[in-house]
């Protein structure tokens, strides 16, 4: 037999080997990844020969909490990949798998320190970073310079601007234009806005990272009081239903001024069917008074590999490739997020498709940080105690400095339950 045959032979032998043993994993990944999820599956099975069968999690993520519990309590073999939010890490790090060997340190360096680190639990990295989340403001800029008016500073330059285009636009014939819309219903949107409006005007993160309860003091109730009034003004009273896709929907339908949401509006709002193309700015949110900082809400998410995973290497592979900088550029070139690899703030065509990029470091350095890291496993009692109490507030009668009272001394039993 020739060299050339057998070499044939061997050849084929591999290719034969290599899809006899191909595995296939199980990865949750959310509503508004799933398309991006699926073209990573694809490019990441052309490059092992492995499959991840994608499943969609609930469109409130939220709702995917006690889904996760359940299967890790169960040590389900079921699911593989989990896509966490930080505030999760801790209530889930006892069922992730440590990737601090699974995923070369190298790969690791890529990110921003303060990402990685966050998701060192332990002495364990229990997830790597997927993309960096905080809290922006979006605005019509097509309105603003219609009626000459600037970028505003604070939350009552906000309002105000917000109150005088939304009339004068309804005044025009566009009887739908609201001034400003955000997410106020009773959920954990809730906790990332009022800490954005409470921080930003000096009023703490409602537990300090020491373990103080902050939240009962005047500059809190004044963010609280001041979110109220915009309510049925220059927001809807839908805003009380509102979460980021309700809120969304109607910005980019054209009715609204100005829209607080996450970094993924920018690519949404310039997406066909959107009536804002092109319309669109985006700023840091506001201060509540100037020489306070703009407090946008940090939200880096994850991806993590169940302890229970009966493939973990080939499941931590995954993750790695998904977090990796070639996916992350997908995902800022897709859904104009941002990457948590330094390097491709500096990338051409990723500045070219997000232009506010480099902006946004500012937002991140004077970013707000839920209370997960000292609450750990109880953050989500503390955080479901706090939005319901807000949501009261904001939709009550009842007087907010009793309110916060009452609040903080639940709080104070609640974060000991860790």
């Known amino acids: 037999m020739s060299w050339k045959s057998l070499a044939t032979i061997a050849v084929s032998a591999v290719l034969w080997s290599g899809a006899a043993h191909a595995e296939t994993i199980s990865v949750f990944c ?7 999820c699926s073209s990573v599956a694809d490019a990441w099975k052309e490059k092992t020969g492995n499959e991840a069968k994608i499943n969609k999690m609930p469109a409130l993520l939220d709702d995917a909490i006690p889904i996760y519990q359940q299967l890790l309590a169960a040590k389900s073999t079921d699911i593989d990949v989990l896509f966490l939010d930080v505030i999760w890490l801790g209530m889930f790090k006892n069922g992730l798998l440590d990737l601090k060997t699974a995923i070369p340190q190298a ?13 060192k639990l332990d002495g364990n990295l229990v997830a790597m970073p997927a993309y960096m989340d905080v809290g922006l403001m979006f605005y019509r800029k ?4 219609k009626y000459g008016k600037p970028q505003p500073k604070t939350w009552d330059e906000l309002a105000a601007t917000a109150k005088e285009i ?28 009022a800490i954005e409006l409470i921080a930003s005007n000096g009023g703490g993160t409602i537990i300090a990272d020491d373990g103080k309860v902050t939240i009962d003091n005047p500059k809190a109730a004044e963010a609280i009081e001041k979110a109220k009034g915009w309510i049925g003004t220059i927001s809807p009273e839908g805003t009380l239903n509102y979460d980021e896709e309700a809120s969304r929907a109607v910005f980019e339908s054209g009715n609204a ?15 066909e069917g959107s009536a804002v193309i092109d319309k669109v700015g985006v700023m840091p949110l506001p201060v509540g008074s100037i020489g306070q900082k703009s407090s946008g809400c940090l939200g880096p998410m994850y991806y993590g590999v169940s302890k229970y995973s009966a493939k973990p290497n080939v499941a931590a592979d995954f993750v790695n490739f998904i977090t990796g900088p070639d996916m992350q550029k997908k995902r800022a070139l ?30 991140f350095a004077d970013s707000a940080v839920r209370p997960s890291g000292y609450t750990g496993t109880s953050y989500n009692r503390v955080s479901q105690a706090f939005y319901r109490s807000v949501h009261d507030m904001l939709s009550g009668s009842g007087d907010i400095k009793s309110g916060l009272k009452t609040l903080a001394a639940r709080l104070e039993k609640l974060k000991e339950s860790r």
């Open 30 to 36: 959310a509503p508004t990844e799933f398309e991006l």
């Open 107 to 119: 790969d690791q360096d890529k990110h921003f320190a303060s990402t990685l680190n966050a998701a």
């Open 142 to 145: 097509d309105l603003l310079e």
């Open 166 to 193: 939304q009339d004068k636009e309804r005044a025009a014939g566009k009887g739908e234009m609201w001034g400003y819309v955000w997410q106020a219903k009773s959920y954990e949107g809730l906790t990332c806005d």
């Open 257 to 271: 001024v100005f829209h607080r949401n996450w970094p993924y509006v920018w690519g949404s709002s310039h997406k």
């Open 334 to 363: 897709k859904d104009a997020v941002n990457p948590s690899i330094p390097a491709l703030y500096n990338d051409a065509e990723v500045l070219a498709t997000i232009p506010f990029l480099k902006d946004n470091q500012q937002a």
